[in-house]
């Protein structure tokens, strides 16, 4: 069958992706200057002793391969390891973490590439007009913004308005009814949200334009003008069926780009995500932390491309492996 | 058949003309004054050069020159003109009555839909057949041009070439139109399937009363199928008239050109190519455009554009050049069959 087929290939591919990121992740960090250490130990009384006691109890002391192999088998425990900086389990930090970003992201993305692919569509079909023309150079505008000042921008704007920082109001106390949390929140998510949008819909409406101009050139769209069928009918049953191949690839290969932009996000709008949690370990060397944190963006990017996969494999009658 | 004389041609083509506008306000003149009139079961070939106008001129009977086009001239069906409505005066046409089997069937089809829901979807569209009775319809349409009906669940990428030129065969007879257009239907097949596919062109001109207009570049393939052909020179048509009658009495030089540029397979004379390229059709043609090119250019020929004139019966066959051959059907309703625009030819016969 072809598709059990493709689906092992594509999945045995994506665990061989995960284990090399997992391994590359671990000795990056290590190559960085400076550890743990000397950053928890950097208080005037700080003893030889303490330094070592540390070491041991972080299990610094021992060779790099060592660490590695403990590493590798504690993951397969699903243990990530300790913070240093914070001295709480890993995971619970980044299951924290992710709940507060995955809902501010998942917005964000969906707008975007809605937004992005009714635009690239009218664009394509509408070609060489002025919506074309103002939609096309808005999207490359947007495109060409980095995610930080656009973020300044919109926070220098809009600040007044609309919640700048955090994801809750600290002081409303009062009225702690679930409908009033969740609005409090949405309104947090507002500024964020829209960063992210915007950079991302620009890119998606180029891609989808694109796409499409090049579908409705091509000789079976001439044909299915020749048959007699409506431009509506050709557009949809044609044009934009065929143009969702690129569009789904790209936009799958786009995605892995949201994680850095959530990291820009997060600190401007001090959003309590994994970004702010990847910044802050960063700054501490936490390596768990940090080796946590980048194991969920790997496997989120890997996943992704997966799913942009099987969706090409479903799209697609001509892929075979 | 004295009714046909009076009703209107089947497809008739009238001072056709197409410009392309050309970036920097430039006009070409891909098309000039062609005229063609075809009746059911009739097969002609429309013959010429890459860029002689043949493929602009069978993209306008469908009607679908791109935007950046111009057309002017009548394009009627049964008389029924459909240039003044232009995109809805030929749509309602497309398929049912004018159906094209376009060059390079692999791009003709849409690679993520399926051969047969590609085949269906015109009945659909103008609710000729639908639902079990299209799917009836398409395995019937397959099985006419020799693929099996199980095929129609099946991707054009799983087709051979010969297959999918079948399979855009069928597609093309698919709401049963009178007039079909194959522009270079065998381009890119080889030899054996390109006779399989003329072969099955043909048959089915007969079997449906189909009228065909065959652009190609391809003599070979016009003597093969056609009836009749037209000889197309820098978007003219310069010379027009039954295939035997060109074959062994051309008399546009460029005509005798092209014959004697094909490959002969029995004989030893060697292959003539012909000097020079046509003209740029960006710039008005003074004259004949052939003239540059022409060994029998002469005073006329430099400002005085020569036009499609009938070549009298006395100098198409002078008596004695051929044995009796006296035709077995009746002579053609048209008086005048093979025409011709040339200023050497007319001066020739004056003489």
Known sequence: MRGSDYLVKRSAFAVITVFVAITINFFLFRVLPGDAVSNLARIPTATPELRHALRVQFGLDKSAWEQYWLYLGQLLHGNLGISFANQQPVRDNLVTALGNTVPMVAIGTVVAIVIGILTGVLSAVRRHTVADHVSTNLAIAFYAFPTQFLGMM???????????????????????????????????????????????????????????????????????????????????????????????????????????????????????????????????????????????????????????????????????? | MTADLATAPLLEVAGLHVWFELPGGRELHAVQDVALTLEAGQRVGLVGESGSGKTTTALTIMGLLPSSAAAAGRVAVRGEDLMP???????????????????????????VRTVGWQIAEPMIAHGTATGSAAKARVAELLELVGIPAAAAT????????????????????????????ADEPTTALDVMVQAQILDLLTRLCGDLGLALLLVTHDLGVVAQTCDDVAVMYAGEIVERGRIDA?????????????????????????????????????????????RPRCPLAFAPCVDVRPVLAPVSATTATPPGTQPLTEPLTEPSTEPARHLVACHAASSARAT
């Open chain 1, 154 to 321: 919109l926070l220098i704007l809009f600040a007044g308005l609309l919640p700048s920082a955090g994801m809750s109001d600290p002081f409303a106390l009062g009225d702690v009814s679930f409908g009033s949390h969740l609005a409090d929140l949405a309104k947090h998510m507002v500024l964020p949200a829209a960063t992210l949008a915007l950079t991302l819909y620009g890119e998606n409406t180029l891609i989808v334009r694109s796409a499409m101009l090049e579908t409705l050139g091509e000789d079976h769209v001439l044909t299915a003008r020749a048959k007699g069928l409506s431009r509506r009918a050709i557009i949809r049953k044609h044009a934009l069926r065929n143009a969702m191949l690129p569009t789904v690839t790209m936009i799958g290969l786009s995605l892995g780009s949201i994680v850095s932009g959530a990291i820009l996000i997060e600190v401007i709008f001090s959003w309590p995500g994994i970004g702010s949690a990847l910044y802050q370990a960063v700054l501490q060397r936490d390596y768990p932390m940090l080796q946590g944190g980048f194991l969920v963006i790997t496997v989120t990017v890997i996943l992704l491309n997966f799913v942009a996969d099987l969706a090409y494999f479903r799209l697609d009658p001509r892929i075979t492996s």
């Open chain 2, 246 to 290: 060109l074959f062994h009495d051309a008399e546009h030089p460029y005509t005798r050109a092209l014959f004697a540029a094909t490959p002969d397979l029995y004989g030893d004379e060697p292959v003539a190519s012909i000097p020079g390229s046509p003209p740029d059709l960006a710039r008005p043609v003074v004259g004949c455009a052939y």
């Open chain 2, 154 to 181: 099946r991707y054009p990428h799983e087709f051979s070439g010969g297959m999918r030129q079948r399979a855009a065969i069928a597609m093309a007879l698919a709401c049963e139109p009178k007039i079909l257009l």
């Open chain 2, 85 to 111: 409505g232009l995109e809805n005066g030929f749509r309602s046409h497309r398929w049912t009555d004018i159906a094209m089997v376009f060059q390079g069937a692999m791009n003709a089809f849409n690679p």
